[in-house]
């Protein structure tokens, strides 16, 4: 068909965790711009297949920017080139015939190579294991509307609920720092009634496990914010450390 | 006070010493740049103003004691958290797309923050040395004929005029950046910040700029 792209591919590949790993080059052929970037590489890696040559190993699933599975770094930018979106929603129309696009994978030490372009963001997970959640007794269904909330406050939260977790901002972050993430897992709670029993010690083992896992400390940069698929403001990262000196300053908890 | 100390040391605990510390340069630096400005007055103006300083030498000291603790605070710290920073990312893209997703200033601190040390070593050797650790013109509160002189020498102007920009790099970032690490970050009023320390910042650039430019080319009055 006319329109048809050839492109070069200058893709990570590693082993595994512990391999070296460096950039190959592949040619791919008669690319469709109406197919997604994923459907691209899901193109080339049924011609290695076809080869018998080991595919390009990359996470996606929902494939409808949803899920955050999709998470390649497109010629230095998450998610490629385009804002708001996911590697899955970025089509090639919006490359040219004959273009070189380097693909990596998430760089950060708290985000270690699985194979290729497959991070393990189990860290994420222990974040949220160490306070990302309300813990609420089973029991009958609550009335609706028992307890008010203003419309504010539930944009605030919905807002910040957005995130899915994909990984992004601390890919973009030149830090590694995973200040968006940890910032909009604390406000969804931090302004509804029902986050308030478990505020302050929500707060301060979010930042401790952060800290832990060795990502980086926030400078500012807004980033990660810029490369939000979600849009997930800093402001929630201003309310995250407001959120942490009230901890400090109110909670008698001294051991946290 | 085990629970202070660790809060001072997370990651949100060091980036609120560095906007601590910041803020304090950035209200030492409005009152340095009144005093700067008195040399538009003439040498008689200037050196009085210095002789007075002379005059509450005790109190000038402590205050210079407490700017050293900060200073070093800030530097400190900013260095360690860099040190920290490059430690979370080992492996670095091929491709580097940060100039399309934050600006300039905000990247570039640990690099401008680097040279204004560097510049600040050269002026605390210029002027503060000569002001208080004895120069014969000092001894005659000449004050003003220090500055003129210093400011003579085109390479140092010149240097002084490059450092003090890069200055306004750094200080456009940490404005901003302050207000949002003290969680002061809110539709309403942050793009109200963002503006104040623009302009805060061009007031500052070209407040010490104008300094060694005056000297050097009109010799401070004195043609």
Redesign the interface.
Known sequence: MSGNMNLTL?I?RQANANAV?G?VTFNVKNISPDSSFLEMLDILNEELEVKGLDPVAFEHDCREGICGACSL?I???PHG?LDKITTCQLHMRHFKDGDTI?I?PW????FPIIKDLVVDRTSFDKIIQAGGFISVDTGGVPDANAILISKEAIETATDAAACIGCGACVA?C????A?LFVSAKVSQFAVLPQGQPERYQRVQAM??K??EL??????????CE??CPKGIS??N??????E??NA?LKSEN??? | MGWFFRALNSSIGKKFLMAVTGVCLLLFLIIHLINNLTLYGGPELFDTVVKNLEGIKPLVRVVELVLVIIFILHIFNGVRLWIENKKARPVGYKINGASENSDVFSRTMFVTGSIIFIFLVVHIRTFWVSFNLGHPLADEHQYYQIVAEAFGDPIYSILYVVAVILLGFHLNHGFQSAFQTFGWNNKKYFPIIEKLGLIYTIIMVIGFASIPIYFLFFYGGNL
């Open positions: 200058k990570w790993g950039f770094v010629n230095g930018r080139p380097w990596e760089r950060a030490k708290a973009a030149k830090n590694a720092s200040m930042v401790k952060m800290d060795g990502f980086g400390s926030c400078t500012n940069t807004y980033a810029a490369e800093v402001r990262i201003a309310r995250l450390n407001r942490y000196f400090k001294v051991e946290a």
